[in-house]
């Protein structure tokens, strides 16, 4: 029976190092370590992310997947919920670190299975909720800023000498280039895509007050 953490980092300030050093502080050991990088729980299922897909393989029955929190999985209330029961049929129990909470499918009383899919749908809708929470403040803030001059786009989570790294190791892997700029693969592949623009958003942030 297998223990597997499961991280997703869907911005430059989430880190998969502080979601394992909190489990692990938890009293948490892992025999694997899965995580999704750049991935957004709202608008890409587990089953579709690549190391989710990987997951859906790995786990059996008997096995304990564990996540910080039931938002790891996704934020739409559909997919977790989905995902959650079919682990559960599966005869994997899920553990999330904030909180302490346990999902065990094997429940047969069903007062307390009540309970269980009850804080199973009051969480998941609760992550899709604040995402979209969330995505309404940005776009409201982004209007403002608009309507006042001011928008400038969303910071790059390069400078210019890390763009400069990249573009100097063209013809490299990626796992080789985003070692040695010290950015992530998927920053790597996006100012790949469209050297120009990853320039361009650098000259506007970097020429513009504040």
Known sequence: MATILYARVSTAEQTLDHQRTQAEA?????????????VSGVSTRLAERPEGRRLFDLLRSGDTLVVRWINRLGRNYD??????REFMRRGVIIRTVISNLTFDGATKDPMQRA??????????????????????????GIEHAKANGEYRGRKPSF?????????????????VIARESGLSRQTVYRIQSDPVAAAAALTTWESSPG
């Open 26 to 38: 938890a009293g948490f050991r892992f025999d694997h370590v899965l995580s999704d990088h750049g």
């Open 159 to 175: 400078n210019r000498k890390q763009l400069a790294t990249v573009q100097n190791l063209i013809g490299q892997s990626v796992s």
């Open 115 to 140: 309970v269980r899919d009850a804080l199973i749908a009051f969480m998941a809708a609760s992550a899709q909720a604040e995402a979209e929470a969330t995505k309404e403040a940005q776009r409201a």
């Open 79 to 84: 997919d977790i919920t989905e995902t959650i």
